[in-house]
């Protein structure tokens, strides 16, 4: 099942307006169902979505972490 703009924002937890500005940037695969441009449909798949989350993980750096005794 594909999500939505609105439900894909709730899933990886960011406002729909990051959602649909990845996707203008070609970050974030997605359908366009109907006309070109501004109107038609939005549709992400969720696996497309879970890849690009996992993608903007930052790792802190080994040097910065510090180990609790």
Same mark, same amino acid.
């Given at each position: 099942?594909? !999500?939505? &703009?609105?439900? $894909?924002?709730?899933? $990886?937890?960011? *406002? &729909? *307006? =990051?959602?649909?500005?990845?996707? +203008? @940037? /070609?970050?974030? $695969? +997605?359908?366009? =169902? /109907?006309?070109? /441009? $501004?109107? /038609?449909?939005?549709?992400?798949? &969720?696996?497309?979505?879970? #890849? =690009?989350?996992?993608?903007? #993980?930052? @790792? #802190?750096? &080994? =040097? !910065?972490?510090? @180990? *609790?005794?």
């Amino acid at each position: 099942m594909k !999500l939505t &703009p609105k439900q $894909a924002a709730q899933r $990886a937890g960011v *406002s &729909p *307006s =990051l959602i649909y500005a990845w996707c +203008h @940037e /070609g970050r974030l $695969a +997605h359908y366009r =169902l /109907g006309c070109e /441009g $501004a109107r /038609g449909r939005i549709l992400i798949d &969720p696996s497309d979505l879970d #890849r =690009l989350v996992e993608e903007c #993980r930052q @790792e #802190r750096h &080994p =040097l !910065l972490v510090t @180990e *609790s005794k």
